[in-house]
């Protein structure tokens, strides 16, 4: 299974912009990058996906290299809400999607 | 509302013992996943269901055993085989066509 590099922790301040970012040099052709957030003791949240071209939700931004072998996740303003572990995941499998979990990196938002 | 339950939040069990998780889902979801979560570390997939009455094992599903007879409903047993069951253990569903997994709250299993 193709692996993601995160680092391990960020910190970041409230309302300020956050760019996390995620390695992912054996990625296939046909990998979805996928975001999601954890907080304490709770299940994942997805927070945005995409396959080639940058993708905009409510949420956040999905920066992704022209040769896909890195991707930026951005949060726009930071709030304390935003503390968490992000994880940055490959998705594959086609009718057997699955996804693969790394350790993620654990976002502290300073008030 | 639509969404995942999974239940208890809490269970404790004795060495030795089988014990079941349940997780339900009202979203009409077709695939339905288990995942293990130990302190620290990202979800390791257990076992998942694309459709009813159909699964397949993921990267560690030694010592653990799922059932699928209802698209609702996908039970994960975990068995005297399972060497550390004390986990954090998580259920999700996904849509089919759709890259995004729904998440349950979770059961925090301690075996003592």
């Known amino acids: 299974d193709a692996k993601t590099t995160q680092p391990n922790s960020m910190e970041s301040n409230e309302e300020e912009p956050v760019h996390l970012p995620c390695n992912h040099s054996t990625i296939s052709g046909t990998d979805y990058i996928h975001w999601y957030r954890q907080l304490p003791s709770q299940g994942p949240e997805y927070v945005i996906h995409g396959l080639t071209s940058n993708v905009n939700n409510r949420m956040a931004s999905l920066a992704i290299a022209e040769d896909r072998k890195s991707s930026t996740l951005i949060l726009h303003r930071a709030t304390l809400r935003d503390a968490a572990v992000y994880y940055c995941i490959l998705g594959s499998g086609g009718s057997n999607y699955k996804l693969t979990f790394g350790k993620g990196t654990l976002l502290t938002v300073n008030p | 509302d639509g969404g995942i339950t999974q239940s208890p939040k809490y269970l404790f069990r004795k060495e030795g013992q089988n014990v079941t998780l349940s997780c339900e889902q009202n979203?009409?979801?077709?695939?339905m996943y288990w995942y293990r979560q130990d302190p620290g570390q990202g979800l390791r997939l257990i076992y998942y269901?694309?459709?009813?009455?159909?699964?397949q094992k993921g990267d560690i599903a030694e010592g653990y055993s799922v059932s699928r007879e209802k698209k609702e409903s996908f039970p994960l047993t975990v068995t005297s085989a399972q060497k550390n069951p004390t986990a954090f253990y998580l259920c999700?569903?996904?849509?089919?066509?759709?890259?995004?997994?729904?998440f349950g709250p979770g059961t925090r299993l301690t075996v003592l």
């Open positions: 269901s694309q459709i009813v009455n159909d699964f």
């Open positions: 999700a569903s996904r849509r089919t066509g759709s890259n995004e997994q729904f």
């Open positions: 979203l009409n979801h077709d695939a």
